[in-house]
């Protein structure tokens, strides 16, 4: 493959009929990401050998969360978190990852509607999916968002700075990245660029990621997007 940044993507949202109804939920933006980038995609629940079309599933709060099926009542906990791990473990190298909100599989900020009991009562709100929680175990510092949050412009600046800079320090290395962006790594974290020019390795680079940075990318963006701070293609800003 070209040298692009590696992301995996919720099938569905690149037109994959993998739904459970047997269609997709094509996303605008994440069609024309996958013009610039190299898509693995996937679909958790396929992967775990549910067929398509197939009846819905759910979340259930049972020592920690399980996943269940509507209409057959069967659990199916295990085999997605083995897909998930399998999954994980396989990929060789990635940048961050694009889920569909509200799956009960993938489902991360706008998580899956959740409840106490296995026949669905008991709500008790959303939840991230089984397979976007072995994602952020296995991956805790990786950019990950779903389709909804990306319709914010902010976080999309954001989620697609974070992508590049992953991208440029796994294919090029720690030199490269502090030669060509060390502003853009001092925006996410001034500390934590000091901290990876010191000793430079995966986790002092990971270390930068940490916090939070939304409050400070509302102010730096409402006074404009300067050209060396734009890392990524600009028309994947105005979608």
């Known amino acids: 493959m070209d040298k692009k940044p590696v992301l995996v993507v919720s099938g569905c949202l690149v037109g994959e009929k993998v739904r459970y109804n047997g269609k997709d939920a094509t996303d605008h933006f994440a069609v024309k990401l996958s013009e610039y980038i190299n898509v693995v995609k996937v679909c958790p629940e396929v992967g ?42 396989s990929l060789k190298g990635v940048d961050g990852f694009l889920l569909k909100s509200k799956s009960p599989s993938c489902g991360v900020y706008y998580g899956a509607k959740t409840y106490r009991n296995a026949n669905r009562t008991g709500y008790v709100g959303r939840r991230k999916g089984l397979f976007a929680q072995a994602v952020k175990k296995r991956f805790p510092f990786h950019p990950i968002e779903d389709e909804e949050r990306l319709k ?20 090029y290395g720690a030199d490269y990245l502090l030669e060509k962006y060390p502003h853009m790594l001092k925006l996410f974290s001034n500390k ?48």
């Open 152 to 171: 914010d412009f902010y976080i999309r600046f954001v989620f697609l700075t974070k992508v590049y800079l992953f991208f440029y320090y796994r294919e």
């Open 48 to 89: 775990a050998g549910l067929g398509i079309p197939r009846k819905k599933v759910f979340l259930v709060k049972k020592n920690g969360y399980a996943l269940f099926q509507e209409e057959t009542g069967k659990e199916l906990t295990q085999e997605i978190n083995r897909f998930s791990d399998s999954f994980l473990s």
């Open 192 to 239: 934590g660029f000091d901290r990876f020019i010191k000793n430079r390795n995966d986790s002092t680079f990971y270390s930068i990621f940490k916090k939070n940075i939304r409050k400070k990318i509302f102010l730096f963006l409402e006074r404009g997007i300067k050209e060396d701070f734009l890392i990524f293609p600009k028309e994947l800003l105005n979608i």
